[in-house]
């Protein structure tokens, strides 16, 4: 299991960085895991020296993935996702003894380089919408050019730190929009957070995009005597029932707003 949550963290992060900064939400579903599971296992990944975990208050964490040079246990893709140690290469080694260019993976093709503007163009703005551009693309709404000029021109008529603060508690709570968090169209929860009303029609895609979940993970599982299910995993049958839970709540909100 830690070799999921380190696969994520990174896969998050790209081929060009070391760091990524995703909601513990986001390793629940991208690896398929309890939230307990994934939470022993970046401590387990933190004792053995592979990620070290930067605790930020009221943002989500950042993984730092460590990258030594003389000893680093890395992933590689044709490995799929098991851990091995690569040797420092010699400086005898020659070009020859590389693997040729048509066998190597290709890389991913990397985003859009986006134009920010004076007043946005800072690290820390950087960290915050590219959090949001990589949730977008997890909950495979990713933004088009058009709306990312549009998204940009209303946060730069925010500020530079209320436009971070909106881009965060979207990131966090999966909104594919950016909401001012001084608009009084928002409300705070019994823990203080921001959230925005919710519409039917929203609600309704939620409710879609989790029966389709729901339905891929119902194809691992095999029907045996008695009505019965037999499931590969534990976790597997409890990401099973939560995404049911999930789904019901979410009809009970849409039934109360019809």
Not at 59 to 66: A, D, E, F, R
Not at 197 to 217: C, F, G, Q, V
Not at 230 to 249: G, I, N, V
Request: aromatic residues 6%; proline residues 6%; contains cysteine.
């Amino acid at each position: 299991m830690p070799k999921l949550v380190l696969l994520a963290l990174a896969d998050m992060a790209g081929s060009g960085s070391d760091q990524a900064w995703p909601s513990v939400q986001y390793l629940v579903d991208k690896t398929g895991m309890s939230r307990c599971s994934v939470m022993r296992s970046i401590q387990h990944l933190v004792s053995m020296e592979l990620v070290k975990v930067q605790k930020r208050p009221n943002k989500t964490n950042v993984y730092q993935i460590w990258k030594s040079h003389s000893e680093t246990p890395v992933v590689s893709e044709r490995d799929h996702g098991s851990l091995t140690v690569r040797p420092p290469q010699s400086q005898g080694e020659t070009q020859t003894n590389k693997e040729p260019i048509k066998n190597q993976p290709r890389t991913k093709k990397k985003d859009e380089e986006v134009k920010l503007p004076v007043a946005l163009n800072t690290p820390a703005f950087k960290e915050a919408f590219d959090g949001f551009r990589e949730m977008r693309k997890i909950i495979k709404k990713p933004l088009t050019p058009r709306a990312l000029t549009l998204i940009i021109d209303k946060l730069e008529g925010w500020g530079h730190d209320v436009a971070i603060q909106a881009l965060d508690r979207s990131t966090e709570n999966n909104w594919q929009g950016v909401f001012d968090p001084r608009d009084s169209k928002f409300s705070q929860d019994k823990n203080g957070a921001t959230q925005a009303k919710r519409t039917t029609w929203s609600i309704k895609a939620d409710i879609e995009n989790l029966s389709e979940m729901i339905k891929d993970i119902q194809k691992h599982r095999s029907e045996v005597a008695g009505g019965e299910y037999h499931w590969p995993s534990p976790e597997l049958q409890q990401k099973h029932r939560d995404l049911c839970t999930q789904r019901k709540a979410l009809r009970n909100e849409q039934a109360s707003l019809a």
